[in-house]
T-cell receptor, first 114, second 114 residues
């Protein structure tokens, strides 16, 4: 099937620094790109998403950029805090007859050290 | 967003047995999805479950192994049949995925097979 590649697999930053996670996708039909944060023992929580008609979206310390031509999208977290430590997943939509499913990247384990 | 409850939250089962996982949503939703997350891995779509129709399974997943029910717009079950240690995973249900609706996940069922 179509793939979503995610890098890096692990990322360690100091509190206050920025963190960037990058993803690429291969399915030209994908038009929706959410990012999820998963803490230990919990399900993935949607933190931000972007659609293919938008190049950038920001929500406080979190921003996502999309280059549809290059099939790249990235998550940017500024002023990181220890509570940002978690596994982050990018995803790309898979069109269905009545909606869409999601194809996930392999995840990035982010550690923010005080 | 919808509140999604999964039961059981975790279980330890003997090989060869079957377990049924329940997913309850606090509002009516058209589309429900079942994903598998193997230890330390990403999420893989098992099937799409729409009310009033048979579930649609992804490549590598079959109805005999993972039968799904969707009796109404707020509930679905996934059965993991004839379990083996390779079935040890987190099983997650999600809702949304219709039109512009984001997908939201339950906290998952952590399944270990001895």
């Amino acid at each position: 099937g179509e793939n979503v590649e995610q890098h890096p697999s692990t990322l360690s930053v100091q509190e206050g620094d920025s963190a960037v996670i990058k993803c690429t996708y291969s399915d030209s039909a994908s038009n929706y790109f959410p990012w999820y944060k998963q803490e230990l023992g919990k399900g993935p929580q949607l933190i931000i998403d972007i659609r293919s008609n938008v190049g950038e979206k920001k929500d406080q310390r979190i921003a996502v950029t999309l280059n549809k031509t290059a099939k790249h999208f990235s998550l940017h977290i500024t002023e990181t805090q220890p509570e940002d430590s978690a596994v982050y997943f990018c995803a790309a939509s898979i069109p269905l007859d009545s909606g869409y499913a999601l194809n996930f990247g392999k995840g990035t384990s982010l550690l923010v050290t005080p | 967003s919808a509140v999604i409850s999964q039961k059981p939250s975790r279980d330890i089962c003997q090989r060869g047995t079957s377990l049924t996982i329940q997913c309850q949503v606090d509002s009516q939703v058209t589309m429900m999805f079942w994903y598998r997350q193997q230890p330390g891995q990403s999420l893989t779509l098992i099937a799409t479950a729409n009310q009033g129709s048979e579930a649609t399974y992804e490549s590598g997943f079959v109805i005999d192994k993972f039968p799904i029910s969707r009796p109404n717009l707020t509930f679905s079950t996934l059965t993991v049949s004839n379990m083996s240690p390779e079935d040890s995973s987190i099983y997650l249900c999600s809702v949304g995925g219709r039109g512009d609706q984001p997908q939201h996940f339950g906290d998952g069922t952590r399944l270990s097979i001895l």
